[in-house]
């Protein structure tokens, strides 16, 4: 099973978005899966379920950190690594879906009983989320 198969199925069986993201690629920089799990628990759902930035999204940003963070703070070679390729992801992400906030990818507010329902009602997190886990994915097997 490729890493991005690997993302997608994490998200089916029921680990948030940017849980998916860490767990699947986190192990090629020493991460173990349930370590990436637990750091990355309080991202899904746009930060803490409050639909902010989406957290396939933020999955990718942790797994970009790993592979080109700085190891210290005066690495400024690895700094300007590190955001050159977020921006890039950034703009990618954009390309394939219009938006990296998961209040516009869904068109509703799930930090909103009323929008939580209208998601759930909707499928949306199941039918929509897992295109965004799957285009994080592909993207970041792109970069690394």
């Given at each position: 099973m490729s890493n991005v198969e690997l993302a997608v199925s994490c998200f089916k069986e029921?680990?948030?978005?940017?849980?998916?993201?860490?767990?699947?690629?986190?192990?090629k920089f020493g991460f173990d899966r349930e370590t990436a799990l637990k750091i990355?628990?309080?991202?899904?759902?746009?930060?803490?379920?409050?639909?902010?930035?989406?957290?396939?999204?933020t999955g990718a940003f942790m797994v970009i950190g790993l592979k080109h963070g700085p190891g210290n703070a005066k690495d400024?070679?690895?700094?300007?690594?590190?955001?050159?390729s977020?921006?890039?992801?950034?703009?990618?992400?954009?390309?394939r879906n219009g938006a990296i906030k998961c209040k516009t990818l869904l068109g509703c507010d799930i930090s909103t009983p009323e929008g939580m329902k209208f998601a759930r009602d909707q499928n949306l997190i199941d039918t929509l989320c897992p295109k965004?886990?799957?285009?994080?994915?592909?993207?970041?097997e792109e970069m690394i």
């Open positions: 029921g680990s948030n978005c940017a849980q998916a993201l860490l767990s699947s690629y986190g192990v990355a628990a309080p991202f899904g759902g746009g930060l803490g379920s409050f639909g902010e930035t989406c957290g396939a999204v400024k070679a690895a700094k300007e690594k590190v955001r050159n977020a921006a890039y992801f950034t703009s990618k992400f954009k390309f965004f886990v799957k285009d994080a994915a592909e993207i970041i």
